[in-house]
């Protein structure tokens, strides 16, 4: 048995090489990162929306913006645009496009959104060849390990979602409480839109999204990442209604505004209060408002990357080592040189 697995993690490290990372890697940085830019462009065009962008929905995959008014003319329903993902740092490379369709401008209040859909997607983050073995190995295991009522997610959804995560996302703890109950769980679908506007997205067929569609108001915290093993535990929590707040695994503090708990340990808490709720797909899109948000503390945050851009960033500029543990859940980021 060991022999086998031994054979199947050599055949492994010959075909992926330095690219054999996990989907999701766990890394520390300033808010708001500047690691990567992210541009819209099309329709004339090209606009910096790496702090007013969103996913709405992973499948399909779907993103949402904040327009500006003056774009709302010119913008037209079924017209074609680009998401542009480029490193800041060394040559300024393009890592990753997204080819979207305008589906949707939604009007909230006095501000503008557009829903897009994505319709093709190349990362540039890794070779070619080493892509196409992702790809295959990526096919293989879903079928040795579909889940009955499991949702398969596309090529074109699974690639937009590595793209989507070249920018550097940060993790936050969310909190909801119902008198002495509540729920804490982990989230890394969501963004501003500009104008105290967010936007996040939770899996439709979880408990989380209707609780907090049912509740409407919630504490979103940023977290540092020497918490990121509690914080990935919290992921069962999607699965569960309101909870005793005694069981979960820290300290709570009340925030000043909307009085919802957010954790000890949190550094920024933004309290929001839900707009509306579409559904999308797989997950339903909610629309907020940021009532108030708040330092707790200062500190790196708790972020994540796809591990093809944790592959080229370990080959570029800083010297970082991305420490894997052999569960496959998740790596730990050591800057080692800087
Ligand atoms: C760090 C982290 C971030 C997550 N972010 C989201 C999110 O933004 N939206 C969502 O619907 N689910 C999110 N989840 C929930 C997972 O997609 C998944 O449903 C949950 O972890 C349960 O895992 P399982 O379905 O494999 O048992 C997140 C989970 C973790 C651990």
């Known amino acids: 048995m ?10 492994r490290k010959l075909i992926l090489g330095g690219t054999d990372l996990p989907q999701a890697c766990d890394i520390s940085l300033d808010h708001p990162q500047i690691e990567i830019s992210v541009r819209l462009l099309g329709m004339g065009l090209t606009r910096d929306v790496t702090n007013s962008h969103s996913v709405a929905c992973a499948v399909p995959f779907m993103f949402c913006i904040g327009l500006e008014r003056s774009e709302i003319n010119e913008l037209v329903t079924g017209r074609y ?26 009007p909230v209040e006095c501000h503008w959104i557009g829903l897009f859909r994505a319709v093709k997607c190349q990362n540039y983050c890794i070779p070619k060849y080493r892509l196409h073995a992702h790809r295959l190995l990526l096919r293989y295991n879903q079928c040795k390990g579909r889940r009955a009522g499991e949702l398969q997610v596309s090529t074109l959804d699974a690639q937009c979602n590595a793209v989507t995560f070249i920018c550097p996302r940060p993790v936050v703890l969310v909190c909801v409480v119902d008198g002495p109950r509540g729920n804490v769980f982990p989230m890394n679908l969501l963004g501003d839109l500009g104008g105290n506007y967010f936007a996040f997205a939770l899996n439709s067929e979880r408990q989380a999204a209707s609780l907090v569609e049912r509740l409407g108001r919630l504490t979103l915290s940023t977290v540092p990442l020497s918490k990121s093993l509690i914080v990935r535990e919290l992921g069962k929590n999607h699965y569960l209604d309101l909870i005793p707040l005694e069981e979960v695994p820290f300290a709570l503090q009340q925030s000043g505004g909307l009085d919802i708990p957010f954790p000890e340990f949190a550094i920024r808490i933004r309290e929001l209060q839900v707009l509306e709720v579409l559904p999308l797909g797989s997950h339903n899109f909610f629309l907020a408002k940021t009532v108030r948000e708040t330092i707790n503390m200062s500190g790196q945050e708790f972020h994540m990357i796809h591990g093809f851009y944790a592959a080229h960033r370990n080959l570029s500029g800083t010297k970082r080592e991305l420490i894997t543990d052999d569960s496959g859940s998740g790596a730990k980021e050591r800057v080692t040189d800087s």
């Open 2 to 11: 060991d022999v086998k697995r031994e054979i199947s993690r050599t055949l």
């Open 81 to 106: 645009f680009t998401l542009e993902f480029r490193e800041n740092r060394g040559r300024g490379n393009v890592l990753g496009i997204i080819k979207l369709k305008l589906q949707a401008i939604l």
